[in-house]
């Protein structure tokens, strides 16, 4: 197979902790993506990083980004409720343009 | 702006018999795709394109067609259907092809 991984695959925290899932992945890419999805919904993108990034925020979210260990890392801040989803990491091949997903963490933020 | 929009919602559907799920765009992207999702496998890449005209085949696409006609629309197809081909089917566009992807709500399916 080609899909990443993700680690852990559940995962289940107290309102205002933090959650911090992890993602590796197999192939060289030009990005890596990150994307929500609430039960029976689509996917919503997150974030996207490059793969000359080690870092990057938006609002509650930080990424980073090891291409030598092939490895990203998600991390929401001060997790709410609503933040209860899955979340996916994703890569592109930069030979054939095809999305590659991991199999996804389950987040449960408990109020 | 509807975005990316999938029919129908759900279905079930006797098995060897032809579906076609329905997915169309409103952002003029150049690139769709085809996803299954089944519990505990995340999503499996069935056929994409890149561009309308062309199609490619991802992790997954026996037993599946599409075609890409125009810009707006990709359509997949089951040609006879197996209960193996159970699962919530989702829709996805993007602009570059490497960038963000825009997901449709799903389709349900179930083949008894």
């Known amino acids: 197979s080609q899909q990443g991984e993700e680690d852990p695959q559940a995962l289940s925290i107290q309102e205002g902790e933090n959650a911090t899932m992890n993602c590796s992945y197999k192939t060289s890419i030009n990005n890596l993506q990150w994307y929500r999805q609430n039960s029976g919904r689509g996917l919503v993108h997150l974030i996207l990083i490059r793969s000359n990034e080690r870092e990057k925020h938006s609002g509650r979210l930080r990424v980073t980004l090891d291409t030598s260990k092939k490895s990203s890392s998600l991390l929401i801040t001060a997790s709410r409720a609503a933040d209860t989803a899955s979340y996916f990491c994703a890569t592109v091949d930069p030979g054939t343009y095809k999305y590659i997903f991991g199999t996804g963490t389950r987040l449960k933020v408990l109020a | 702006i509807a975005g990316i929009t999938q029919a129908p919602t759900s279905q079930i559907l006797a098995a060897g018999r032809r579906m076609t799920l329905r997915c169309t765009q409103d952002m003029r992207h150049n690139a769709m795709y085809w996803y299954r999702q089944d519990l505990g496998l995340g999503l499996r890449l069935i056929h994409y394109?890149?561009?309308?005209?062309?199609?490619g085949k991802g992790e997954v696409p026996d037993g599946y067609s599409v075609s890409r006609a125009n810009t707006d629309d990709f359509p997949l197809t089951l040609a006879s259907a197996v209960p193996s081909q159970t699962s919530v089917y989702f829709c996805?566009?993007?602009?570059?092809?490497?960038?963000?992807?825009?997901f449709g709500p799903g389709t349900r399916l179930t083949v008894l």
């Open positions: 996805a566009s993007s602009d570059s092809g490497q960038g963000q992807q825009f």
């Open positions: 394109s890149n561009t309308a005209g062309t199609t």
